[in-house]
């Protein structure tokens, strides 16, 4: 596996190893100890999977308090463009993003630490997106932050995205300051 540092501390590209010849190809999805050796934090608890049409964006969202989520996501079918935004108070990268593209074809993984809004949108339908999550999913623990938040800024490749109507609703960072994580 080839393991990419991001603009941002903690949050990695990752590429595993990929066998092809005229039948297709073989991967390794997870392993436990290529990812321990790398510093992702384990176990993973909850898998989830989810199917999304053309110009959809799902997020940003992140899990806090008392069970922190992290997520080690990938893409299946189709291709999106995945964000990271790192939300902890104390960290001197508050509010900065990083955006990588995940597809069936480059079969890239995105790790999303704990403390880190997450969200993404569809750039070739349908996608499907697979992630295992360090902690069980609580909706009282749950944050969601504008998808066009003007003070985050991401570079979104698409310009009128459908969104459920609790992104469409999602307060600022800055209206939810109070509720992120220290560090």
Known sequence: MRVEATALPGVLVLEPAVHRDARGFFLET??????RAVGIALPF???NHS???HRILRGLHAQVGGAPLGKLVRCVRGAVFDVAVDVRRASPHFGRWVG?????????QLWVPPGFLHGFCVTAAPAEIE???TALWDAALEISVRWDD???AIAWPIADPILSPKDATAPT???IRERLPQG
């Open 45 to 47: 608890v909850q898998d």
């Open 173 to 175: 960072l800055t209206e």
């Open 51 to 53: 199917r999304s049409g």
């Open 100 to 108: 990588v593209e995940l597809s069936e074809d480059n079969l890239r």
């Open 150 to 152: 003007p003070t985050l």
């Open 30 to 35: 997870f392993q436990v100890e290529a990812y």
């Open 131 to 133: 992630y295992k999550c």
